[in-house]
Every structure is written in C-alpha cells, then in structure tokens.
C-alpha cells in the first residue's frame, strides 16, 4: 500500500527538453531550442542533476526561450506555499526553491498526476492574482515523483525535503500547510 508520494516539479525554463545533463523528454517543441540539439532522453529513473555539464551553453539555451527562466524567491515562494493551505491533500513536507519544488504529500483518492496537476494549477492562480506570470505557466510539464510504501521510506522522503533548501546554502523553512507525519495516513 502506498502511503505517500516523494514529488518534485520544476519551473519554466529550469529543466529543458535538452538538457546538457540528460531529460526524461522525447521532443523539443520549440525550433529556437531545438537549434542546440534534439531532447535527451534518459533511461534512468534516478536524478540526473548532480551531472557535470556546460553552464554557458544551458545559458544561450535558457536565452531562447519564449519567456525568462522563473525563480521562486521572496514573496512569489511565500504565495506558492500559502497557496497549498487551501489544498485537500496532507502535505508533510515542502521545500519551495528557486527554480523547483520538493514535497511529500500522503496518499489520496486521485492518482498523483491529477495531485500535482491541482498543485500546480493552485500555485499557478495565487501567483496570477498577484500579478505574476499572467502570460505563461511558471511550471514545466510533468514532475517526478516515487511512492513511499513504508514508515521508513517516508521519514527518509521528509528528512531529504526538509533539509533540501539548507544543501543549496538556504535557510530551512517552515511552511503552515505542512502537517506532522505521525506514522500513518
């Protein structure tokens, strides 16, 4: 039994079709990124972001796009995570970084794509009634998230999304939407 999902999403701009590193995408929708190859696909279901790769190119490539790469800092961060409050998910863990999202979100009744599809519609509505990203999405397509099946699987989720912001050298956050995991769901 699932007790609970590890999610993670990023922003516009932030993991790109073509990533330098490696992508889970099978396409470049865009002809201006395309010009720096086509999608590199990955087989693996592990994170390749700790991947050395060249930051002047993911540069040029970030600068063909229709938009600015988003960043979540200050109060666009703070809408976001106040925005979940009113979700009917429990969230027992969240980390809002610059450029993307952990959470530990316990099992629902909808299946996780339609959870993080709310998630994100619901950050992306609170972002636009401040005024914020009126013209685009401030999210990529999709996300990454694995089931947690056990109480050790899902303290483990928690502890790395609790201590994520402080491994970028962030201070550690404390969100109100997020409620104590006491061992079952």
Not at 8 to 37: I, K, M
Not at 62 to 87: N, R
Request: charged share 20%.
């Amino acid at each position: 039994m699932t007790l609970g999902h590890h999610c993670t999403f990023t922003t516009y701009g932030t993991w790109l079709p073509n990533e330098p590193r490696g992508s889970w995408s099978q396409y470049v929708a865009s002809w201006d990124l395309y010009q720096f190859g086509p999608a590199t696909k990955v087989d693996t279901h592990r994170s390749v972001a700790h991947r050395p790769f060249n930051r002047d190119e993911k540069r040029k490539m970030q600068d063909a796009l229709a938009h600015p790469p988003v960043k979540l800092i200050g109060e666009q961060a703070l809408v976001v995570a106040t925005s979940f409050a009113e979700l009917p998910y429990n969230i027992y863990a969240l980390a809002v970084m610059p450029n993307h999202l952990h959470l530990v979100v316990g099992s629902a009744d909808r299946s996780i794509r339609q959870i993080i599809g709310h998630i994100k519609s619901t950050a992306t509505r609170a972002l636009r009634e401040q005024g914020w990203f009126e013209d685009h999405s401030p999210w990529t397509a999709g996300g990454w998230n694995v089931r947690l099946y056990s109480l050790q699987d899902m303290r483990r989720a928690i502890a790395y999304v609790e201590n994520n912001p402080e491994r970028d050298g962030l201070k550690r956050q404390r969100w109100s939407c997020v409620k104590g995991y006491g061992g079952g769901d």
